[in-house]
């Protein structure tokens, strides 16, 4: 059964840093995208950063910049760098990844961590 399980959320000052982590478990397969969505309350999840298996990535305009997403294939891992970090970024952050060729909308990712809670302070 594939697992996805995230790490490194918590409490930062505006200006801050933090790095997520996710580490993929019970698949053979290297996914074709691995990526980062948040949601905060009562407001819809939505993409914050994917990168595909071959090195492709794309980020949300918000984050462009501050964030960067990286994987390690060969461990089935994927980071995300968040830089200069802003109240707007508070969210529950959720690990997510496909093995299908097209990866683009929300449901075309089937695996799902738990989600990391990121909170920024002013």
């Known amino acids: 059964q594939v697992q996805l399980v995230e790490s490194g959320g918590g409490l930062v000052q505006a200006g801050g840093s933090l790095r997520l982590s996710c580490a993929a478990t019970?698949?053979?397969?290297?996914?074709?995208?691995m990526g980062w969505y948040r949601q905060a309350p009562g407001k819809q999840r939505e993409l914050v950063a994917v990168?595909?298996?071959?090195?492709?990535?794309n980020y949300a305009d918000s984050v462009k910049g501050r964030f960067t997403i990286s994987r390690d294939n060969a461990k089935n891992m994927v980071s995300l760098q968040m830089n200069s970090l802003q109240p707007e970024d508070t969210a529950v952050y959720y690990c997510?990844?496909?093995?299908?060729?097209?990866?683009?909308?929300?449901?075309?990712?089937?695996?799902w961590g738990q989600g990391t809670q990121v909170t920024v302070s002013s």
């Open positions: 990168i595909y298996i071959g090195g492709t990535t």
């Open positions: 997510a990844a496909s093995d299908r060729i097209r990866v683009v909308i929300i449901d075309e990712y089937d695996y």
């Open positions: 019970g698949s053979l397969l290297r996914f074709n995208a």
